[in-house]
């Protein structure tokens, strides 16, 4: 089993920036990739970023790309989302997921998630 918990989220003004925390526990982080995603209301939950085990490779969804960064510290056992150049439309609920895949960009991939952080962006 692995333990995640996110945190960091909150309400921000739109052009601010956040970042989000995801502090894991239990079986070895680095063998996991770890992702993030999101999910807004009566939205499906998203794909956002994820990044390989040793941290050389880092993929993004589009609607992020250049905006968000994915990183992650093996020592800490903890993975990073640093969100800048907020907009309205990236309010939701960030979770971060564990994935024994090499490159896992589905949900499906995953086997374990952290409860969620709500991050709002005002207008």
């Known amino acids: 089993q692995v333990q995640l918990v996110e945190s960091g989220g909150g309400l921000v003004q739109a052009g601010g920036s956040l970042r989000l925390s995801c502090a894991a526990s239990?079986?070895?982080?680095?063998?996991?990739?770890m992702g993030w995603f999101r999910q807004a209301p009566g939205k499906e939950r998203d794909f956002v970023a994820y990044?390989?085990?040793?941290?050389?490779?880092?993929v993004y969804a589009d609607a992020v790309k250049g905006r968000f960064t994915i990183s992650r510290d093996n020592a800490k056992n903890t993975v990073y989302l640093q969100m800048n150049s907020l907009k309205p439309e990236d309010t939701a609920v960030y979770y971060c997921a564990a994935s024994p895949a090499l490159y896992p960009a589905r949900a499906a991939s995953y086997d374990y998630w952290g409860q969620g952080t709500q991050v709002t962006v005002s207008s």
């Open positions: 239990g079986r070895t982080f680095s063998n996991y990739a």
């Open positions: 990044i390989t085990r040793s941290g050389a490779t880092t």
